[in-house]
């Protein structure tokens, strides 16, 4: 029913700045999470942030101050703004829809295909 895709991953150097963006399809979320997560290989899958309810925004401390999580109704896309990047940001970064308990990947169903973030050094 909730169909997702992120776009806008990329290779960037250190310091620099991505936007990624998830196109949101099917039924409305009015409620609940939409959260975005990152897996390098080898690696769990970890939070980034979330939406919670539609307004209140969360997000990991080692990206609070850099990252900012938003929702773009005109366009129907979960946004993440990455600022001051660095090399520990490499990952496959995917966007998600749930509910219940957001800065867990457990609480969310369905995930998007995913999109490559690479930061030199």
């Known amino acids: 029913q909730v169909h997702l895709v992120e776009s806008g991953g990329g290779s960037v150097q250190a310091e620099g700045s991505l936007r990624l963006s998830c196109a949101v399809s099917?039924?409305?979320?009015?409620?609940?999470?939409m959260g975005w997560f990152r897996q390098a290989p080898g690696k769990e899958r970890e939070w980034v942030a979330n939406?919670?309810?539609?307004?209140?925004?969360h997000y990991r401390d080692s990206v609070k101050g850099r990252f900012t999580i938003s929702q773009d109704n005109a366009k129907n896309t979960l946004d993440l703004q990455m600022n001051k990047l660095k090399p520990d940001a490499t990952a496959m970064y995917y966007c998600?829809?749930?509910?219940?308990?957001?800065?867990?990947?457990?609480?969310?169903?369905?995930w998007g295909q995913g999109t490559q973030v690479t930061v030199s050094s």
């Open positions: 939406i919670f309810s539609g307004s209140n925004a």
């Open positions: 998600a829809a749930g509910s219940g308990w957001c800065p867990d990947k457990r609480s969310y169903n369905p």
């Open positions: 099917g039924s409305p979320v009015t409620r609940g999470c």
